[in-house]
């Protein structure tokens, strides 16, 4: 919005002229997603503990510990992520950028499939919402609608292609094909993240770092010369999208101040569809599906480690791990919940490091 109104005054502030460029206004969403989660953020945890009574039902079959401590926190603190980005994004991003409503939309979409889940967790006191087939058939239909409108706004000759990390001027046309594996894309990162989203900032933390990160790789693939100097796949327009990440970086922040062992509020499925979504569609956007595997590697290693751990138990009868998703075997062999989620952080932080190298090592 800011975009559209405060630049053509310039004439007369010379200064107004930084709301045109995208550093700044990212800068901005930053600091207004962060505002708006702190501001409101309290009364919204005491809103949503009056609506909930028992708060977010304990899974019977996880760890012991958390039927004590983590008993009467309410969840559902995703909604309060989404009104930040939301909020934040339209304020300053350019609101005439296809790219951006797609990014948004998905992202709504898939925060509205998670607060229905959630209501229905809660109201029933149960940890079963939505049926999974339900769910997944939600998600692909709306995944297959954004790949589709990704495809035609991206154009001919990257709108169905495919980059290879570490190797330049390689782009694969994928064809068709394209639209069902941006769904995988999209549908796996938001499922890889709500499969992490297990202890007190555990998954708000890898989802700051990723969206710091393909802030940088979005803002690099939309300027034509950096895409040009660093061999990456030039997608016109989709630099805005680090307006987007920038958001949802303030609001990860903002998150996490509540967020923080010992939590105060859940973000649910409300929220970890949803900014994986997000992240998903980004990666498809911006020509860095295989790149986001890299980034967001410790969201894979938590849904291997689920796959692993099923594959084995329905084959062998065995399990691999003492409980499935991994973070839950390490507190099972006794590390305090702070300790893994640090540890997983600093991993995050490797991951998302190796990933930018990525854009240089071509």
Not at 27 to 38: F, P
Not at 252 to 261: S, T, V
Not at 318 to 331: K, L
């Amino acid at each position: 919005m800011l975009y559209h109104l405060l630049p053509g005054l310039a004439d007369d502030l010379g200064a107004l002229r930084l709301f045109s460029f995208i550093t700044f206004r990212t800068g901005g969403a930053i600091l207004t997603a962060l505002a708006i989660c702190l501001l409101f953020g309290g009364r919204m945890i005491v809103w949503l503990k009056s609506v909930q009574g028992a708060g977010q039902p304990i899974r019977e079959d996880g760890p012991e510990s958390h039927i004590v401590t983590k008993a009467g926190t309410p969840t559902m603190g995703g909604v309060l992520i989404l009104i930040s980005v939301t909020c934040s994004t339209l304020l300053w991003s350019d609101l005439g950028n296809g790219f951006v409503w797609v990014v948004l939309l998905v992202t709504l979409s898939f925060g509205a499939l998670g607060f229905v889940d959630d209501y229905l967790k809660v109201s029933r006191q149960t940890s079963n919402g939505l049926s999974t087939r339900t769910r997944i058939l939600i998600e692909i239909v709306i995944a297959l609608a954004a790949a589709f409108v990704i495809a035609i706004l991206s154009g001919q000759g990257t709108g169905t292609s495919l980059a290879l990390p570490f190797v330049k001027n390689v782009l694969i046309d994928l064809g068709w094909f394209f639209l069902v594996f941006a769904v995988f894309v999209i549908i796996g990162a938001s499922n890889a993240v709500n499969l992490t989203d297990g202890l007190d900032g555990l998954a708000i933390g890898p989802i700051i770092i990723c969206a710091m990160t393909f802030g940088v790789v979005a803002y690099l693939s939309g300027n034509a010369l950096y895409s040009e100097y660093l061999q990456l796949p030039a997608v016109a327009g989709a630099g805005e999208l680090s307006v987007f990440c920038g958001a949802l970086v303030g609001a990860g922040l903002g998150f996490l101040w509540f967020n923080a062992p010992p939590a105060m509020v859940f973000m649910g499925d409300t929220g970890s569809l949803s900014t994986g979504a997000a992240l998903g569609t980004i990666s498809v956007v911006t020509k860095h599906e295989l790149v986001l595997a890299i980034v967001g590697g410790l969201f894979v290693l938590e849904t291997v480690s689920v796959i692993v751990q099923v594959v084995s138990f329905k084959l062998t009868g065995r399990r691999v791990f003492r409980m499935a998703p991994i973070h839950h075997h390490f507190e099972k062999k006794g590390w305090a919940e702070p300790t893994i989620v640090i540890r997983f952080w600093i991993i995050a932080i490797v991951l998302a490091l190796i990933g930018l190298a990525t854009l240089k090592l071509r």
